[in-house]
């Protein structure tokens, strides 16, 4: 059990931060917040250019149209946990058969590492890239997908080797629902019933939550998926 600032080099991002964005970084920033709260649908091309104070224009020049503009805000969000993603399976695998726990592990904290990274921003990144990975739409979905695919398939193949016990069909069952619990949590879309204690969110304390989500996850796993 480790700290994820320990466990991902460098801790936070040691980029060096311009006074001013740019038109790009605004239109990317703007875009990450808009389409977390109010998805890719529901948020116009036209309510992101004026919170960015630029125009149509600027995002056909950068970008060439609102889905470019998304895929690129994908891109940026998941280049980095992608590869700590890769970095931890390769470790894993070059020591040996990694356990079911480790590969969880390996792929959750890297999730949730994204509110530590991008400091005041983390929290919106975490939701955008929640709320894009379940788009209603299944074109958005895909393109999200096309970010995240190689390497997720890797861990699903990994999972199924340390799961032996298990059919595919059961460790599939249960990847999925692993990458949901992942995303509502990055999304903070998760509502509680009333009574019960509102708990740890990502936004205040990624680490204890990737624990507890760990454990759950694990046990889920190890006794929740059929022979």
């Known amino acids: 059990m480790g700290c994820l600032s320990e466990q991902w080099p460098g801790g936070k991002e040691n980029s060096v931060e311009t006074p001013v964005e740019s038109t790009r970084e605004r239109l990317l920033n703007v875009a990450e917040q808009r389409f977390g709260e109010g998805g890719y649908e529901g948020t116009s091309l036209r309510a992101i250019t004026v ?12 970008f060439g149209s609102k889905e470019a503009l998304l895929r690129a805000a994908v891109s940026r ?21 990694p356990t079911q726990e480790q590969l969880i592990r390996a792929f ?8 530590m990274r991008r400091g005041e921003r983390g929290a919106v990144v975490a939701r955008f890239i929640g709320r894009i990975a379940f788009d ?3 074109r958005i979905r ?3 997908a096309a970010e995240s695919d190689p ?18 069909e059961a460790v599939g069952f249960g990847y999925v629902n692993m990458l949901g619990l ?8 998760l509502s509680r019933p009333s009574g019960i204690a509102p708990g740890v969110t990502v936004a205040e304390d990624p680490g204890r939550l ?11 796993f190890d006794r929740g998926l059929r022979p």
């Open 51 to 62: 919170a960015a104070a630029a125009n149509i224009a600027a995002v056909n020049y950068h």
């Open 77 to 97: 969000a998941m280049a980095p946990v992608n590869t700590e993603r890769r970095r931890r399976l390769d470790q894993l695998e070059a020591s040996g058969r």
């Open 108 to 115: 959750i904290e890297p999730g949730l590492e994204l509110v």
């Open 136 to 138: 209603p739409s299944q």
């Open 142 to 144: 895909e393109l999200y």
């Open 151 to 168: 390497i997720e398939k890797r861990y699903l193949a990994a999972l199924q080797a340390a799961l032996p016990h298990a059919t595919p």
């Open 182 to 189: 992942l995303a509502l949590h990055q999304s903070q879309a």
């Open 210 to 220: 990737a624990e507890d989500l760990i454990a759950f996850l694990v046990a889920a």
